[in-house]
Every structure is written in C-alpha cells, then in structure tokens.
C-alpha cells in the first residue's frame, strides 16, 4: 500500500479512533452538574463546555467563571453565555495560597461541585486541591506524561515527535500528573508551526474535555 504523500498529511487530522477511550454519549441522569470554569485566556474551551451543556451532551450547568487575567476574551465568551464571571487578579495576592483561598471561596458561594481548569495558568495550592478532592479537572495540550508543564506545543515540536495530542486529567499537587481520563491523539504535520499544531490539538480538546467531565462524574 503506497504510503500518503505529504499533501495527504491533513487526511491524518480528527479521526474518532484517535480519542481514548472511546466514550459513548452518556444520558447522565439526575441532577446537572454544578460547575465552576478557571481560566485564563480565549476561553475556547469554555465555550465548548457550554455548546456540549446546550446540546444536551453534557447534563451541567455552569455556575461560574472565574478568571485572573483582566484582559482574558473568556469573559466576554461568560457573558454571552450568561455566566456570572469574577476577575481574582494573582497580582493582587501576596501568595499563591491567598489566591486559591479566595476562588475557594468563590466557588462555594456559587455550589459549585467540580472545578474545569479550561487553561488555567496558575499552580495550585493544597488549599484548592483538598477543598475539591478529585473534582477537579484540567486539560493539557500534549499527551501526557510527555511534555508537561507550560510551552508543551513548543516542547512536542522541539523534541520532534509524530503524534501529539491532548489530555484531559484529574489535577494533584505535582503539575500535570494526575490520573488521566481521556486523550485524543494529533499528528504532527511536517509544516506545523506551533500556531497550526495548537489549533489542531484545541480542535480535539473541544471535543474531549465535556466527554471526559461526563466520564470523571460517571466513575
Ligand atoms: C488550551 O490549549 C489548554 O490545553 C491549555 O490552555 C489552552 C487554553 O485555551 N491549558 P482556551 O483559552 O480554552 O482557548
């Protein structure tokens, strides 16, 4: 069988098979989900997040989003959405610890019973993570354990790997390392920059993170 040429790569792109496991939709019953939104920048998986809830293949609700940067587009993605939004700006804590106290904070005031990191730039503290003991879930643009903690689009060109990915994982105390709840699998074409390669990875973490918080509620 002769092998693609390279203007057969983009062929390789967004494929079910790629994610695992492979997650049937579930019908979720019972009460909606109760869920807080951390994050940092464009808020494209916010808005994914809220398309699956709309769409009924995830039965949440989105109690609030937090976000610690002023300029931070999510928040104008809450607001069409209707999702009370709070600024808790780092730079206006003197610890790390102070921060997370306050989102505690927050989210219990808003009920909030699982906690969605959708590119959330901050390392967290034990006051976060025992206040939400496995109920919180972030979603990292590399398969892990490869190439964790920041740059890992830039890490996973550099090393000059084939496939990379996405993952969406329980958050503990050592960044990226928690227990894995679904993966989606990228070709790395011979063109990408990090630009093209993240925008390929972001389409599949659209698709993963909903299904995964479907998963982590369901086990
Ligand atoms: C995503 O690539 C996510 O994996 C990483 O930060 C990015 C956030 O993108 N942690 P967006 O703000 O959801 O568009």
Redesign the pocket.
Request: glycine share 16%.
């Given at each position: 069988m002769p092998l693609p040429s390279v203007s057969d790569e983009s062929s390789f792109d967004s494929t079910p098979s790629l994610v695992s496991p492979s997650v049937s939709p579930s019908l979720m019953p019972g009460a909606p989900l109760k869920l807080g939104i951390l994050?940092s920048?464009?808020?494209?998986?916010?808005e994914a997040v809220a398309e699956a809830i709309k769409n009924g293949q995830l039965n949440a609700h989105l109690q609030v989003l937090i976000y610690n940067n002023p300029q931070a587009k999510?928040v104008e993605r809450a607001a069409r959405w209707n999702v009370p939004a709070v600024l808790l700006n780092h730079r206006d804590f003197d610890s790390r610890k102070e921060l997370d106290a306050q989102i505690v904070k927050i989210l219990q005031q808003y009920s909030v019973d699982w906690v969605i990191m959708?590119?959330w730039m901050r390392i967290v503290t034990p006051v976060l993570i025992d206040a939400f003991p496995d109920k919180i879930i972030?979603?990292?643009?590399s398969l892990l354990p490869s190439f964790r903690g920041a740059k890992a689009v830039e890490q996973a060109l550099a090393a000059g790997v084939k496939i990379t990915g996405?993952t969406v994982h329980l958050v503990c105390l050592e960044v990226d390392t928690g227990k894995i709840l679904l993966q989606a699998a990228v070709p790395v074409l011979s063109n990408d920059t990090v630009a093209t390669l993240?925008d390929r990875?972001?389409v599949q973490?659209h698709r993963i993170l909903p299904q995964a918080i479907a998963l982590a509620s369901a086990t």
């Open positions: 994050a920048g464009s808020g494209s998986n916010f999510v959708a590119g972030n979603i990292h643009p996405c993240h990875i972001q973490e």
